[in-house]
């Protein structure tokens, strides 16, 4: 499977400030992903990046909060804009790749861990 | 709205003691199971896909079966390394997104 990296692996950001995580994978990949894992909660899909197309945000989150670039096959950055306490998570990017031979399964990066104060 | 719920959510287990932890799901059309290993500070280990009822699949001491309705994942003779948090994930067709449940936290003793 894929090797993913991910930075920062953690950091500590005050309230009304912006983090972009990076996420980058060792081979080339048609799909990447976000997720969120809040505390005692369960990993929740925040969007889906296809290079060469706009992010696909699933109900809840949005563009102006959550930017996401997909410059090529093998990097992301998913944006933590404007934050609160709220967003104090683990973000966790993960990669499928259709053709690789193992059906959609997706594959995920260590995660960042982020606490806003 | 695709559903999953997994029990018991926190085990305490001998080591030797088997044992199983559910996946009980609601899909509109079953992609795929997917049961991945948690441990503190790191990403989801991924263990097994899961197509059809009646499917199942091993690794080590680890056993993955499949109904129409729940997934179970059986521990057989477990070691304190399989000490993590199991999570369970559901696909539906025409979705790439993984519908999480919220895990089965497991302790196992020596």
């Known amino acids: 499977s894929a090797v993913i990296s991910q930075k920062p692996s953690r950091d500590i950001c005050q309230r009304g400030t912006s983090l972009t995580i990076q996420c980058q994978v060792d081979?080339?990949?048609?799909?990447m992903f976000w997720y969120r894992q809040q505390p005692g909660q369960s990993l929740t899909l925040i969007a889906t990046?296809?290079?060469?197309?706009?992010?696909?945000?699933e109900s809840g989150f949005v563009i102006d909060k959550f930017p996401i670039s997909r410059p090529n096959l093998t990097f992301s950055t998913l944006t933590v804009s404007n934050m609160s306490p709220e967003d104090s998570s683990i973000y966790l990017c993960?990669?499928?790749?259709?053709?690789?031979?193992?059906?959609?399964?997706?594959?995920f990066g260590p995660g960042t861990r982020l606490l806003v104060l | 709205e695709d559903q999953v719920t997994q029990s018991p959510e926190a085990l305490r287990l001998q080591e030797g003691e088997s044992s199983s932890l559910n996946c009980s799901y609601t899909?509109?059309?079953?992609?795929?199971l997917f049961w991945y290993r948690q441990d503190p500070g790191k990403g989801p280990e991924f263990l097994f896909t899961?197509?059809?009822a009646g499917e199942e699949k091993e690794k080590e001491r680890l056993k993955a079966t499949l109904t129409k309705k729940e997934s179970f994942l059986h521990i057989t003779a477990p070691k304190p390394e399989d000490s993590a948090t199991y999570l369970c994930?559901?696909?539906?067709?025409?979705?790439?997104?993984?519908?999480f449940g919220k895990g089965n936290q497991v302790v196992v003793i020596p």
């Open positions: 990046a296809n290079q060469g197309s706009e992010a696909t945000y």
């Open positions: 994930a559901v696909q539906a067709w025409g979705n790439n997104r993984l519908a």
């Open positions: 993960s990669v499928a790749d259709p053709l690789a031979g193992v059906r959609e399964t997706q594959y």
């Open positions: 899909v509109s059309g079953l992609r795929g």
């Open positions: 081979s080339q990949v048609t799909m």
């Open positions: 899961l197509y059809s």
